[in-house]
């Protein structure tokens, strides 16, 4: 079933995210950002074309959250396989200043990151994906070749 079908009418906006964190939305992650939005609806889950390293990872997220991370990941090649693709739709239902650590963000608390909490998150068929910086919004055409899974 396409999104459309399924969310006719619906305002749909895509972000980028580095993966693993992209595939970690898949698992209930916490979305952290340095900036907060008031836009709430659908967002497109892209997985940008350049992941971060595990040494990246672990600088962002620390040892602890990184090994919490890897158990979701292994045997689950999917995000390192859909580099440069929209993996996954979810529904953006609330933001707000991150105060102290949030064990479901994966990443170390550090003062004005700001919490972006999803629902609904689902994967579809990955569809390859420009990604650029900040908010895209994602036309007719495209929601039309997003499958849920």
């Known amino acids: 079933m396409t999104f459309n079908k399924v969310y006719p009418n619906q305002e749909l906006r895509a972000l980028s995210w580095k993966q693993p964190y992209a595939t ?3 698992h209930g992650k916490v979305e ?3 900036w907060p939005t008031d836009y709430r609806g659908w967002v497109l889950i892209c997985a940008s074309k350049k992941p971060y390293t ?3 990872v672990v600088k962002i997220s ?28 979810g529904y953006l239902q ?7 650590i ?9 003062p004005g990151l700001f919490l972006h909490h999803y629902a ?3 994967a579809i068929h990955p569809i390859p994906w420009t990604g650029t910086q900040g908010w895209k919004t994602v036309s007719d055409e495209f929601k039309d070749q997003i499958i849920l899974l």
């Open 62 to 89: 620390g040892a602890g959250y990184t090994n919490n991370m890897l158990p979701k990941l292994i045997g689950k090649k999917f995000h390192e396989q859909f580099n440069g693709h929209a993996i996954a739709v």
């Open 24 to 26: 970690m939305m898949l």
């Open 94 to 100: 609330h933001c707000e200043r991150m105060l102290s």
């Open 102 to 110: 949030f064990n479901d963000t994966y990443v170390k608390y550090k």
């Open 32 to 34: 952290t950002r340095t």
């Open 54 to 56: 595990l040494e990246e």
């Open 120 to 122: 609904s998150v689902q």
